[in-house]
C-alpha cells in the first residue's frame, strides 16, 4: 500500500529554517505531483506547496513564496520542504502528499513544526 513518512520538524525561533522530508512507498514515486499541506489548530488544512512529478513546475501559496522551496528526488521517492525565514504564523501540523489526479490523495501522517518567538 501506499506510505508517506514526514520527517525534519520540530521547534524553531522565528527566522530560523527546517527541512522537511517525506518518503514515499508502495507506488511509483516519479508518476505523481506531490504536495506539502499545513494545518494550525482552529484553521483548515492549506496547501504550502506542490511540485510536479518531474520537478519542474512548483506552485507555492502566497504566504510562503520566498521563503520556501520545494524538490523532489524521484530516485530516492523523495520530497522535501525547505523552509526559511521562519514565523510564527508557520506554526503547524505539515502533512506530505501524494497528488493522484482522482478523488483521493495519499497523505502522510503529519509533523508539528513550532516556531518560537
Known amino acids: 500500500q501506499v506510505q508517506l513518512v514526514e520527517s525534519g520538524g520540530g521547534l524553531v525561533h522565528a527566522g530560523g529554517s527546517l527541512r522537511l522530508s517525506c518518503t514515499v512507498s508502495?507506488?511509483?514515486?516519479?508518476?505523481?505531483?506531490m504536495g506539502w499541506y499545513r494545518q494550525a489548530p482552529g484553521n483548515q488544512r492549506e496547501v504550502v506547496a506542490t511540485?510536479?512529478?518531474?520537478?519542474?513546475?512548483?506552485n507555492f501559496s502566497g504566504s510562503v513564496k520566498g521563503r520556501f522551496t520545494i524538490s523532489r528526488d524521484n530516485a530516492k521517492n523523495m520530497v522535501y520542504l525547505q523552509m526559511n525565514n521562519l514565523k510564527t504564523e508557520d506554526t503547524a501540523v505539515y502533512y506530505c502528499?501524494?497528488?493522484?489526479?482522482?478523488?483521493?490523495?495519499?497523505w502522510g501522517q503529519g509533523i508539528q513544526v513550532t516556531v518560537s518567538s
Open positions: 511540485i510536479s512529478s518531474g520537478g519542474t513546475i512548483k
Open positions: 508502495g507506488t511509483i514515486f516519479s508518476m505523481y505531483a
Open positions: 502528499s501524494l497528488i493522484t489526479g482522482g478523488s483521493q490523495n495519499y
